[in-house]
């Protein structure tokens, strides 16, 4: 991933542009109005750019990982789809997700107790706290918890059990290439509770073909049940990204709470009963990813 700004004059206007490359022969482009943050932290550089069509976008390694206009299809899809599918997920670990988007919507399930948020990164926490508050008010909630480590290294200690894990990476390159390692995830099943549920972002399949083929072979040697499921997320490359749900005991499908959707009525924007069970509907060509 490289992400590139630039200048163009149009007469007598200057216009600035932010574009992520996703291969070197493809990519995303968005006019800028201006750049609110830019900094180096002890693992990446992080951006923050203030944008005309997406409102502030939160951009790490060139790569944007959250907008504030489509932040809740990512965030919606990561929580939702396990949390009506687990019947009572009262420890949640997040891994990753320093912007704080998906301990949002975990915690709008009253059965989660606790949701620990293990972050490697500070600064990604403190710069989103300051710039997307909408986004990062989870880490306020006493039932949230956030701790600064590699996750790696946390979960080989870890004597807790999960409900749930889920890992909201960035890109497999540089410091989260680790967490799509089959090692990784054998950590992450000693980890899980005997009907735990684990459910990572795994790329998309129009650009990652690669890296999904390798992640799901190793996911299935770990996990009795792997199932890929879908969202739209216009920011992200190709815009059509996936995600991998995998299990120790319960089918998305088959095990949707349907009774626990209805009573919670969560005011979602993206995610619904007919969302959960489309999402898991594949196209051939990322059936064949998978399969
Ligand atoms: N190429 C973008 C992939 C980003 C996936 N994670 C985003 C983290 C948002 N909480």
Request: aromatic share 12%.
């Amino acid at each position: 991933m490289a992400g590139i700004i630039r200048e163009e004059s149009m007469g007598d206007l200057w216009n600035l542009w932010f574009s992520e490359l996703h291969k070197g022969t493809v990519g995303l482009t968005i006019k800028i109005k201006g750049v609110l943050f830019s900094g180096k932290s002890d693992f990446q550089r992080i951006d923050v750019l203030d944008t005309e069509e997406f409102g502030k976008v939160l951009v790490l390694y060139g790569s944007i990982m959250i907008t504030e206009r489509d932040e809740f299809i990512y965030h919606e899809m990561l929580s939702h789809v396990p949390l009506f599918v687990h019947p009572d997920p009262k420890e949640v670990l997040i891994i990753g997700g320093g912007d704080g988007g998906t301990l949002r919507e975990v915690l709008r399930h009253p059965e989660v107790k606790k949701a620990l948020v293990v972050e490697i990164d500070r600064m990604v926490v403190d710069v989103c706290k300051r710039f997307f508050p909408e986004v990062s008010r989870g880490f306020d909630n006493p039932r949230g918890e956030v701790l600064f480590e590699d996750a790696a290294k946390f979960l080989v200690n870890n004597k807790n059990k999960y409900d749930l894990i889920l890992c909201d990476s960035s890109d497999p390159v540089g410091p989260a290439e680790v967490l799509f390692q089959k090692d990784f995830h054998e950590m992450i099943s000693k980890s899980l509770s005997p009907d735990g549920i684990f459910v990572a972002q795994s790329e998309s399949p129009i650009f990652h073909g690669e890296t999904i083929e390798k992640v799901y072979k190793n996911l299935k040697d770990v996990f009795p049940i792997v199932k890929m499921y879908l969202a739209h997320i216009p920011t992200y490359p190709s815009g059509t990204w996936s995600f991998a749900f995998c299990s120790k005991k319960y089918d998305p499908m088959t095990n949707f709470l349907q009774g626990k959707y209805d009573s919670l009525k969560l005011p979602t924007r993206y995610y619904n009963n007919k969302v959960h069970a489309a999402s898991f509907m594949l196209p051939n060509f990322v059936q064949s990813l998978v399969e």
